[in-house]
């Protein structure tokens, strides 16, 4: 790049970042299935003779609805499962598949899960829109934070380096305006978690707040409903049978499990004619499913979930309620651990349970009684009839954020 041109560039920089100085700059961190991923192939063996074996370079993988109809699924499943190694307690990819993650630092990737900007795809973009019209530039003081959802946080140590390094370069690029995430679903624990990283200091310098939108704090039975049946992402097209079997193969589905902080040992889990489990007997449970390695991931991911302390920044904890929501798996009489069960329901947003969501409330009650350890605020946003993914695109919530980022 000549002199000319740089200074050219640096001067646009200049013109754009200057908009948005004043306002707290925005990373967004996506939860499950928020961001896109790719694909790279060089394949001995495949699952159909129609499924592709090599690619000269990288696919989109996640989200492209050309792979998930029939008989290409399966190819997709195959391609997008984890398998598990007992010995190293991690995750690899089939031999011959390579996935990444697209786009660090660029917005686009989590704003639309479709490359092509599919309205079926689209994430965090209803936010991102409404945040540059109060000023906010993409690139600048809008950021993307993806990451691999498939796995927990004892195999994303490289996204929370990055994530890091991210927030300082941000900070910086904006006149040293401090950081605001504003994080969907399991991007909220994920959030948690790299918080618990860094020392007070650092987030009092970095951090300004968080907007949380449907975290499930404390786990949801919507994770071990998708162990026993899977989920098919609320399409009709897509069999649960099938989604299920890449599902269940995600460390990330193990630590959304149901916290034992927030569900009693005496609760029933899972109901059958034989026995009834409770969060006590997810290791039977899981060895009677056949599933092993299902409780060698929640093994694995445990740690993470034992410490339930405050975040030590501004929390804006906003999530729905009054949508039917699982809250126990009913095998019929007769039957056993065969997938043939009725669904329990109770109060939450349709995925996660509102014991869940709004565990949130404790800390706040907490700083309330001054039995907790932070001076920073703590709002509860409860919102009746906000949907679990629609959430990001309920025009109440884009009215709060916009009015908080304009503080």
Request: net charge neutral; hydrophobic share 35%.
């Amino acid at each position: 790049m000549s002199e000319k041109s740089s200074f050219l560039a640096l001067f646009i920089y200049g013109i754009l970042a200057q908009n948005s100085w004043g306002l707290s700059p925005v990373i967004l961190i996506p939860g499950d299935g928020g961001t896109q991923l790719e694909a790279k192939l060089n394949r001995s063996n495949v699952v159909h003779y129609i499924c592709t074996k090599a690619s000269a370079d990288y696919y989109n993988i996640w989200l492209n609805l050309e792979l998930l109809v029939p008989y290409i699924i399966d190819c997709w499943v195959d391609n997008l499962r984890l398998e598990y190694d007992n010995v190293t307690r991690t995750t690899r990819s089939p031999p011959g598949v390579d996935i990444r993650v697209p786009g660090f630092g660029n917005p686009d990737p989590v704003e639309w899960l479709d490359p092509s900007h599919s309205s079926t795809g689209a994430y965090f973009n209803s936010i991102a829109d409404a945040l540059v019209k109060i000023g906010y530039v993409r690139n600048i003081s809008i950021i993307g934070a993806p990451y691999d959802f498939r796995k927990a946080p004892n195999e994303n140590a490289d996204f929370f380096v990055k994530l890091k390094s991210q927030v300082e370069e941000t900070y910086n690029q904006n006149n040293k305006t401090s950081v605001t995430f504003i994080v969907h679903s399991m991007g909220g624990v994920m959030t948690m978690h790299f918080l618990k990283l860094q020392t007070q200091r650092w987030k009092d310098q970095y951090i300004r707040r968080i907007i949380s939108l449907s975290t499930p704090w404390a786990g949801s039975m919507k994770a071990l409903k998708v162990f026993a049946i899977g989920d098919n992402l609320g399409s009709r097209m897509l069999r649960e049978s099938t989604m299920r079997t890449q599902q269940v193969t995600c460390p990330s589905l193990a630590w959304l499990l149901p916290s034992p902080l927030f569900w009693k040992p005496s609760e029933v889990l899972v109901q059958t004619e034989k026995f009834n489990y409770t969060i006590n007997d997810l290791q039977k449970y899981f060895t009677d499913m056949d599933l092993p390695n299902a409780w060698e991931m929640k093994k694995d991911t445990e740690q993470y979930t034992k410490d339930f302390s405050a975040p030590g920044v501004e929390l804006h904890c906003v999530y729905g309620y009054n949508i039917s929501t699982v809250e126990r798996l009913v095998y019929k009489p007769g039957t056993w651990l065969d997938g043939n069960l009725t669904l329990a329901t109770g109060d939450g947003d349709g995925t996660v349970n509102l014991r869940s969501l709004n565990a949130c409330e404790v800390w706040r009650k907490k700083r309330i009684f001054q039995t907790l350890n932070q001076n920073k605020p703590l709002k509860s946003v409860p919102l009746p009839n906000a949907e679990h993914l629609k959430i990001l695109h309920d025009q109440r919530v884009i009215d709060y954020i916009t009015l908080v980022m304009k503080n």
